[in-house]
C-alpha cells in the first residue's frame, strides 16, 4: 500500500531524519487505523488462494513491513563465510548470525536486481525447453 503524503512547508529546512520520522509515524497511524480491515482482507485471501498474505506501505521514501513469513534455511557455511557473518554480529550489524545471513541476501539482491532478473529469465527459458522434451 503506498500513503499518500501532505506537502510539507518546511522545504530545505526539513532534514532527511524529520522526514522520515514523520513518514514512519504516517505509516505507523495508517497501519493502526487499518488494522481491522487489513485483517479481513488477509483472512479472505489467505482462505481464497490458500497462501498467507504479507502487509506494508510505503510513504515517501519510507517503506515499512508489518507482516513477512521468515522461512528457516538450514546451510553449511565454511570458516571464512561464518567469519564474514561473525563480524557483522560483533560489529552490531545483525544481532545473530542468521539476521547477518538475511541481510547479505537483502543487500545482493537489491544490488544484483539486474543480474538475477536475467538468470531468472534464462531459467525460465530452460524450463520452456525442458517442457517441450520427451516426457519419461
Not at 520520522?21 to 488462494?49: F, K, P
Not at 570458516?79 to 537483502?106: H, M, Y
Request: net charge neutral.
Amino acid at each position: 500500500m503506498t500513503i499518500e503524503s501532505p506537502a510539507t512547508e518546511g522545504g530545505a529546512a526539513d532534514s532527511d531524519v524529520n522526514r522520515a520520522a514523520a513518514e514512519q509515524g504516517r505509516i505507523s497511524r495508517w497501519r493502526e487505523e487499518t488494522r481491522d480491515e487489513r485483517v479481513q482482507i488477509a483472512r479472505e485471501a489467505e482462505h481464497r488462494y490458500g497462501r498467507k498474505v504479507a502487509w506494508g506501505a510505503t510513504t515517501g521514501g519510507t517503506t515499512a513491513l508489518f507482516t513477512h513469513l521468515s522461512v528457516p534455511v538450514m546451510t553449511r557455511l565454511r570458516q571464512p563465510e561464518r567469519q564474514v557473518l561473525d563480524t557483522l554480529v560483533d560489529s552490531g550489524v545483525a544481532r545473530s548470525r542468521a539476521e547477518a545471513l538475511a541481510w547479505c541476501v537483502k543487500l545482493v539482491g537489491e544490488h544484483a536486481d539486474s543480474w538475477l532478473a536475467d538468470l531468472r529469465q534464462a531459467m525460465e527459458a530452460v524450463q520452456k525447453v525442458r517442457d517441450q522434451g520427451p516426457t519419461l
